[in-house]
């Protein structure tokens, strides 16, 4: 498993050392997981989480130019990396339901039924999200709101399909890292042997915009974000993520190209 981030502490994303003047930073989550078929079982091919700043009580609009984000992503190398990519979601969702300012997910539902299927050992935060989610509008004290951007939005498409009607934008590269056939693909290659960094790249990249896209949806739902429409999407991956994804940055620049 190869992780990619940029967070200088990726393992506590809602630490105290990522807040070098004592203030806490309250940050909505967005997590996604993309999927292949290795042999007719499912591999865990890409997870990754976007934090995103947001105000303690008040709606933020967010200015494209001015937008920031974190992430942390990872990407299989092989297909027997399930476990450690299970550890890796885990690892983000037991800290979340904790310390993030809400948790976003587009159909969870069916991500969640094909972790546990594949879970081979006890994962804490998979199972206590999961528990939590069945009744997400009356949460448990001490555990933060969570919010489905497909069900509680009452959408049944594809995420790209959710960005589309909320206007937010991105390029027909990023587009196309959305539809599973081109995962299964990039997948398939990958775990030949196939120019192992721009395949991760690619596949990461298209990750990273699914993930960025439910923290936005979700922000929405939560009445904690607002934009206006058309907003590049797009083009606050790139600055996000251009260091860490040259093969898929350096020639897609935002939504325009």
């Not at 948790?103 to 999200?129: C, K, N, Q, Y």
Request: hydrophobic share 40%; net charge negative; aromatic share 8%.
């Amino acid at each position: 498993m190869r992780e990619l981030t940029s967070l200088l502490h990726p393992k506590t994303p809602y630490g105290a050392e990522q807040r070098p003047f004592g203030h806490r930073i309250h940050l909505l989550t967005g997590l996604a997981c993309q999927w292949a078929d290795v042999d007719g079982d499912p591999v865990l091919v890409t997870a990754g989480a976007v934090f995103l700043p947001v105000h303690r009580t008040a709606e933020r609009k967010l200015d494209p130019d001015l937008t920031q984000f974190a992430y942390r992503l990872a990407a299989s190398e092989s297909p027997e990396d399930n476990g450690a990519m299970l550890r890796f979601v885990d690892s983000i969702l037991v800290q979340a339901r904790r310390h993030a300012a809400g948790i976003a997910w587009h159909s969870f539902a069916d991500d969640l039924h094909v972790m546990t299927t594949l879970a081979t050992e006890r994962f804490p935060g998979i199972i206590a999200v999961g528990e939590a989610w069945q009744d997400r509008q009356h949460r448990e004290r001490g555990v933060v709101s969570m919010v489905d951007t497909a069900g509680d939005a009452h959408f049944d498409g594809l995420i790209v399909e959710a960005m589309d009607l909320q206007g937010l934008e991105i390029s027909p590269v990023l587009h196309t890292f959305q539809h599973q056939n081109t995962v299964q693909n990039l997948a398939e290659k990958l775990f030949a042997g196939e120019s192992h960094d721009r395949l991760t790249e690619e596949l990461g990249a298209g990750t990273l915009t699914q993930a960025a896209a439910v923290t936005l949806l979700g922000g929405k739902l939560m009445e904690r974000l607002t934009w206006d429409k058309p907003f590049d999407l797009g083009g606050v991956i790139d600055k996000a993520a251009w260091d860490r994804f040259p093969s898929v940055f350096a020639t897609t620049t935002g939504s325009s190209q």
